[in-house]
């Protein structure tokens, strides 16, 4: 009887043993189970943190591209302001005093009227040359301002130096000629101040 019970309870020792063992196999599974899961959430979080990381620094990059071209426009901008100004400083320095000259050449204009009214004089050898002397010594003073005349008679007739007043007839001459010239032009630093008043060829009309 001692025997059989002792039995009994060896075999509930060893059903419970295995009990045991199998409830701590099923929980080291179940806990392993949870630490995958668990892994799985981390490697996921840290794949979407990577992203957005990434996805921050793409935008950071356009910003700074996009911020280094707008710096090339402002410069390009700056260096043609700089640029337009340079020559506005330099027109001013060079036409500045346009006016003046302007102003001057209507002198100019009555030396030579005095120069062909003095051929008909009697003293036209003292006159002429005295006028003359004058003119030719005017001339260089705006010369050295950057003034010179427009070249007029015998040029082909050109509307940006020459303003046509008339038309003359000549077989020998090319039509579209200028051949004569009522009020000398004049150029300010190769920019035109005021056109040459001209006379322009034509071929005779056919009767």
């Not at 009990?19 to 490697?43: L, M, Q, S, W």
């Not at 700089?82 to 002198?107: M, Y």
């Given at each position: 009887?001692?025997?059989?019970?002792?039995?009994?309870?060896?075999?509930?020792?060893?059903?419970?043993?295995?009990?045991?063992?199998?409830?701590?196999?099923?929980?080291?599974?179940?806990?392993?189970?949870?630490?995958?899961?668990?892994?799985?959430?981390?490697?996921?979080?840290?794949?979407?943190?990577?992203?957005?990381?990434?996805?921050?620094?793409?935008?950071?990059?356009?910003?700074?591209?996009?911020?280094?071209?707008?710096?090339?426009?402002?410069?390009?901008?700056?260096?043609?302001?700089?640029?337009?100004k340079a020559k506005e400083k330099q027109d001013t320095v060079k036409f500045g005093n346009e006016?003046?000259?302007?102003?001057?050449?209507?002198?100019?204009?009555?030396?030579?009227?005095?120069?062909?009214?003095?051929?008909?004089?009697?003293?036209?050898?003292?006159?002429?040359?005295?006028?003359?002397?004058?003119?030719?010594?005017?001339?260089?003073?705006?010369?050295?301002?950057?003034?010179?005349?427009?070249?007029?008679?015998?040029?082909?007739?050109?509307?940006?130096?020459?303003?046509?007043?008339?038309?003359?007839?000549?077989?020998?001459?090319?039509?579209?000629?200028?051949?004569?010239?009522?009020?000398?032009?004049?150029?300010?630093?190769?920019?035109?101040?005021?056109?040459?008043?001209?006379?322009?060829?034509?071929?005779?009309?056919?009767?």
């Amino acid at each position: 009887m001692n025997e059989k019970n002792n039995n009994l309870n060896m075999e509930e020792k060893e059903d419970r043993h295995k009990e045991a063992r199998g409830n701590e196999g099923h929980h080291r599974k179940h806990e392993h189970e949870g630490h995958r899961h668990e892994d799985h959430k981390k490697k996921k979080k840290e794949e979407e943190i990577a992203e957005e990381v990434k996805k921050e620094l793409e935008e950071k990059d356009a910003k700074i591209k996009s911020l280094e071209e707008r710096i090339l426009y402002m410069q390009a901008d700056f260096e043609n302001f700089k640029k337009i100004k340079a020559k506005e400083k330099q027109d001013t320095v060079k036409f500045g005093n346009e006016t003046l000259i302007k102003q001057l050449l209507p002198v100019l204009d009555n030396l030579e009227l005095a120069l062909k009214h003095s051929e008909s004089t009697e003293e036209y050898k003292a006159i002429h040359d005295g006028v003359k002397l004058i003119l030719n010594e005017f001339l260089r003073v705006l010369e050295k301002a950057g003034v010179k005349p427009v070249e007029a008679i015998g040029q082909k007739f050109d509307p940006n130096f020459h303003e046509a007043f008339f038309q003359e007839e000549h077989e020998d001459v090319e039509p579209e000629t200028v051949v004569s010239e009522l009020q000398r032009g004049y150029l300010l630093n190769d920019r035109l101040i005021r056109p040459s008043r001209v006379g322009v060829s034509k071929k005779p009309d056919i009767q």
